[in-house]
């Protein structure tokens, strides 16, 4: 006899308050009739709430995905944060690198013959050839 559909029919009643019959399927009013109870009130008022706060759902939607845009925004900042902070958290071993390099050639400076010295002056101090000698 009847669809899914829920029906609605109006009736005026009294006071500030209208009537307002609704046919739905018998599996949503025993759910209505659970949750009403759950909240300790009765169908009618839990049906009043549920059509008093049903904008409220568009709300939420609307700050959620504001937040969410902005959880994005901050991630990628932090990402770009975390790049910034590797690079200089990595800064004093490039610069120990540098230091070492300048000591390695120092030492063979040091270490080489005169000749060698003043070939190095035109060629340059080969410090990243390794050669144990």
Same mark, same amino acid.
């Given at each position: 006899?009847? *669809? ?8 005026v009643?009294?006071?500030?308050k209208?009537q307002?019959?609704?046919? =739905? $399927? ?15 009130? *009765? !169908? *009618? ?21 504001? !937040? ?13 944060r *975390?790049?910034?902070q ?5 800064? $004093? ?11 390695? !050639? ?15 002056? =035109?060629?340059?101090? $080969? ?7």
């Open positions: 006899m009847y *669809s899914n559909r829920t029906q609605w029919n109006t009736v009643s009294q006071g500030d209208q307002v019959a609704v046919r =739905v $399927p018998l599996r949503q009013k025993a759910e209505l009739e659970r949750e009403a109870a759950e909240r300790g009130i *009765s !169908r *009618s008022e839990y049906i009043r709430t549920i059509l008093t706060d049903r904008h409220r759902v568009d709300e939420l939607e609307e700050r959620l995905s504001i !937040r969410e845009d902005r959880i994005d925004e901050l991630q990628t900042q932090l990402a770009e *975390s790049q910034i590797e690079q200089i958290e990595d800064l $004093p071993d490039k610069i120990r690198g540098e230091m070492t390099y300048q000591e390695r !050639r120092q030492r063979m400076l040091d270490q080489a013959s005169l000749t060698q010295r003043l070939r190095w002056k =035109v060629t340059g101090v $080969p410090v990243d050839e390794t050669t144990d000698h």
